[in-house]
């Protein structure tokens, strides 16, 4: 039996109610009023780690980039199935200073990450949206033994590091889902896509990138802990405090960067491309890091999960290629497989005999996408497609010899759902226990897209918008000579937008009843290594931001805000303002090393301010409706 019991947070002194049986305690980490996730999973750490003064008797001095961490927020850290490495705390107290580990809600740090939702004029929300830390091994390039030790030959002071020895760093996940046809994929997405990617690190055998192999360290194909020393620039690292890497930053006006001009009274001309429709190149993949050499087992996986497509759908998935997955599992390859297959066949060709090869988190995330879009999709095939009461039917219809059938009734609600949704999640990774917030930190981030959502990073020294994922529309000329083969007809709507079979999108998860044309989660995927400083910060938009905005509006309104968290509202806020027919709109902005010069490289947020007022006077005239 359940006792309610009444817990007091020292902290904020609010009282916190939770469950909690006599015979079985519940962990901390799941201490929910209403729980989130089955007792036999962990839920979702939607915080991070970090070390924090364990006494505010005495201010921190604002010596350096000061950043500000919710203290009323924190609860202290009991490490329970985790090694992780806690995030460093900022440059700003002395040795003397007793440090405390801590566990901070990323919502509640406002100064690092905000998010803000709206369901415009819609009667319902189907956007989600999901941030914290996943228990998945480190991707980052590992930082070569020059950068670590100082000119006197000894280690270099990391901020406050970590006391753990094996630990890795945190890995940070964001991500927002835009359900289509309803909530219930976008939903399903939210609380389980980061479980399948956990999963599918251990299927895969995944090791930190960070974990040192002298055997592998002498291959010459390979960037970070298995390959060849990382290339970053040693003059980045040399301050702890992160002032210099700020201060290294150029910042300068490229070449051809002009405002943004709204169109001419009285005439027709043609507004800025908004995000959603933007056909400009996203930034161009880093080579994969090699961290497993399970390479049977993962051909195996790959092998079944492309049969079961086959079986399920068939069409487009007889002959479709994942771009990670190995060519005898039907994939494109695995990262350098076709030179290893074409050293074998010809000995003397020039490709180095010591060229092996390997999977990354790349293959995972492959992986992990079409996976779940696998068990949602047999799952939704399984489900009647009429409500059994209506039908006069038993509603244990489906059971066996008195067996409850439990398949796939748990994914997606009790009804068969047809609808889908599209998913844009970021990963940052950092090779030490500095967060990647830092200005002196460099970290890697790996981005897999399916649909329209969007994902933007700001250069600190430009100020320009830099996209990281394409729009998977009918007109992407990739996207339509992947799907000309099986898609009959594409055909523009009354609003000048190519549809395939009715949709938007090319790729998505669910829309059961597209699959055989090719409507598949085949992720795009996007490795980029970012130094110290580098960006200001990170943007996930739905298309109900991105329908309406250019996508340096959005990057601008981000710059002249003070927080994240302030951006994030102003973002949604705008965009909701000034649509015609409202979307529901997601904003979420992670704070990256360069935010303390966000504003002044390029035009700072003077390039798109006249097309920003010119939309929301055209949003307040009251004769806008009747043009």
Known sequence: MWKLSVRVNRASRRPRITLSAPSRRTPDRCRFLVPRCPSSRRCFHEYFIT??????????????????????????HEPRGTN?????????????????????????????????????????NEDSYQAGTIEVPAFAKRRPMSLQRSPEGSFRSEVTPADTASGDPQVFYFAVFDGHGGAECA?????????????????????????????????????????????RSDTSHA??????SLDAIQVHTPPGAEPLKPPEPGTDGELPAAGAESKVTPLESAPPVKQSHSIRKAEELERNLVKQWKDLVGGYFRRFKPD??????????????????????????????????GIGIETVLEYAFLKADYDFVSAQVGKQDEDLVLADRAINDDDILGQPSRAGKNIGGPKRFKGGSTASIALISTPTPSPFWHPASPSTLITAHVGDTRILLCDTATGQAVPLTSNHHPSLPEEATRLRRYAATFVTDSFGEERVSGLANTRAFGDMAHKRIGVSAEPEIRRVELSPAEYSFLVLVSDGVSGHLNDQEIVDIVKEAKTPEQAARDVTGFATEVATDADNATTLVVRLGGWERRSEGGLGSLGTKEMRDWRRNEALDPRRSIR
């Open 187 to 231: 939903g399903f997405l939210r609380e389980e896509l980061h479980n399948y990617l956990e999963q599918a690190t251990k299927l895969f055998e995944l090791e930190s990138s960070l974990k040192t192999q002298v055997a592998e360290a002498r291959s010459k194909h390979w960037p970070g802990s298995t390959g060849e020393p990382d290339d």
């Open 84 to 124: 992780r490495t806690p995030a460093a705390a900022p440059p700003m107290v002395g040795p003397s200073r007793d440090m405390a580990v801590v566990r901070i809600p990323l919502k509640s740090a406002k100064h690092h990450f905000g998010v803000s939702l709206s369901r415009g004029s819609r009667p319902y």
């Open 324 to 357: 990670y997955f190995s060519m005898s599992a039907g994939g494109k390859g695995h990262p350098l497989e076709k030179e290893v297959i074409s050293k074998r066949a010809n000995p003397e060709s020039s490709i180095p005999a010591d060229t092996t090869e």
């Open 239 to 244: 301050a702890t405090d992160g002032q210099e």
């Open 51 to 76: 070390h924090i003064p364990s006494s505010s008797m005495h201010p921190d001095p604002p010596r350096g980039p000061h950043h500000k961490l919710p203290r009323d927020k924190s609860t202290p």
